[in-house]
């Protein structure tokens, strides 16, 4: 008996033969077998590499890829700010770039002439390599505004003469009974403050130290590592940037100073005592590894030292006290003060290690919602939480701990007229208002944004700027 298979292919056979012998007679056409083409190859279509990449797409001898797409295609660059174009392309009379420099003449800001006399009136930050906001970096929202002026400047207000007499206080005494938080709505200027709080103890001659952008220290931007020394992920990168801006803006005073103990470090030995702290931080620099280990002993050293004040100031406070966008190995958000970064500056915030003189200064941030205030810290400080905050609320021990003892300055949430007026005059001896400046204009922008410090700018004077 012939199997089921056997018996089918039989059938086709002679089915086909039936059909060549009728097309014969009748001079239709014959029965067709069926044919797949599916999975035959494509004409013109090259077939894919191991690499991802089509033959056609392989690199040439300059290293760029071959396929016609990839060769008229350009990179292009993405600026995150406004950059100043040449003098010789602003050929508009609208520009008339020739004459702004010399238009805006404004009082430098100098530690000597901050008093209640200057309250209300603008001032130019000086303008050298060296400048601290020039090496650790601006807030975006300040720094597109400083290309847009002629020159860097700010309005001293009254709370300005506030901060900068707690930091007299602080230039004698230690960071533990100085460590302030600058509050405030958004927008009110807050940034300014701590800048204008940064200027003041740099021309006084303090050692200091400026993160503009703390949410980079936990939004998972650059590479970590875990140190089972202790315990925590380390962030090599970040912390040979600090080392690198410390000593570019602190190299003289820094090399007054010498350790007061011995340095361990791994792979290079110690370094002894009485080593000058220029060398060790040369050490940190040297290798990018050995930054986070190099980067502790600074501050530590720093902290014994009475010579020279210093002040560590914190954009983004806020962001040091949220748990970040770190994962660890079973992927879960890594909190704060397991990162070799935060954790450190959690430690003098918190008062744990401290200055011998100086102070800690942060200002809070509302600009990146990704991270808010956190409840730990709102209520630490007497703010309304912007969390569910009733007593079944979860509450992280080790950050309660670490908002222990902060003390809150707030900020005026609008301007006044007189400084609006001084800013508003600013902007438009600077030529950086296209609208004729009268006080109807004035009048409208300062109704419209509320007295609010940035939307006056932003929404209020930029907003004339019409194409």
Request: proline fraction near 7%; include cysteine; aromatic fraction near 8%.
């Amino acid at each position: 008996m012939l199997s089921l298979s056997s018996c089918c292919r039989h059938a086709t056979r002679s089915l086909l033969a039936v059909s060549e012998s009728n097309a014969i007679c009748t001079g239709l056409p014959a029965l067709s077998t069926q044919v797949r083409n599916y999975a035959k190859a494509r004409p013109g279509v090259a077939k894919p590499s191991s690499h991802g990449f089509s033959k056609a797409q392989k690199k040439g001898k300059g290293g760029e890829l071959e396929g016609t797409d990839q060769a008229t295609t350009t990179k292009r660059k993405r600026y995150t700010a406004f950059l100043p174009l040449p003098v010789a392309q602003l050929i508009h009379p609208l520009f008339e770039t020739d004459q702004r420099n010399g238009q805006l003449q404004l009082q430098n800001f100098h530690p000597e002439i901050l008093t209640d006399v200057v309250i209300s009136q603008a001032l130019a930050f000086s303008q050298n390599d060296k400048d601290p906001f020039r090496i650790f970096g601006l807030p975006r929202n300040l720094l597109v505004e400083y290309r847009i002026l002629s020159k860097p400047c700010s309005v001293i207000r009254g709370v300005t003469i506030d901060v900068i007499n707690k930091l007299d206080a602080a230039s004698q005494e230690g960071s533990a009974n100085h460590r302030l938080v600058v509050a405030g709505p958004p927008g009110c200027g807050k940034s300014v403050l701590l800048l204008q709080a940064l200027q003041y103890c740099y021309m006084r001659d303090w050692i200091v130290l400026y993160f503009p952008r703390a949410i980079s220290l936990v939004s998972s931007t650059t590479s970590y590592t875990y140190d089972p020394r202790t315990q925590t992920y380390a962030q090599p990168v970040f912390a040979y940037q600090t080392l690198e801006r410390l000593l570019t803006v602190n190299g003289p005073r820094l090399e007054q100073l010498r350790t007061q103990e011995s340095v361990e470090v791994e792979r290079r030995g110690t370094v002894p005592a009485g080593t000058t702290l220029t060398d060790l931080v040369k050490v940190g620099t040297k290798e990018q590894v050995l930054a986070p280990t190099v980067l502790a002993a600074v501050l530590s050293e720093l902290g014994k030292q009475t010579t020279f004040p210093v002040l560590l100031a914190i954009d983004d406070f806020q962001a040091i006290y949220c748990k970040t966008k770190y994962r660890d190995p079973h992927y879960s958000r890594i909190q704060p003060y397991h990162l070799s970064m935060p954790r450190l500056l959690l430690e003098y915030a918190s008062g744990l290690k401290r200055f011998a003189r100086g102070a800690v200064v942060g200002a809070l941030s509302g600009t990146d919602t990704t991270f808010k205030l956190p409840l730990e810290l709102a209520e630490a400080l007497g703010l309304p939480p912007t969390s569910p905050s009733g007593p079944y609320a979860k509450r992280v021990p080790e950050l309660q701990d670490y908002a222990k003892g902060l003390s809150r300055v707030s900020v005026p949430d609008a301007l006044t007229v007189s400084e609006a007026t001084e800013l508003f005059d600013v902007w438009a001896r600077d030529r950086a208002i296209p609208a004729a400046p009268n006080d109807e204009l004035f009048l409208a922008k300062y109704s419209e944004s509320g007295g609010n410090a940035r939307d006056f700018i932003w929404k209020g004077l930029l907003s004339t700027l019409t194409l």
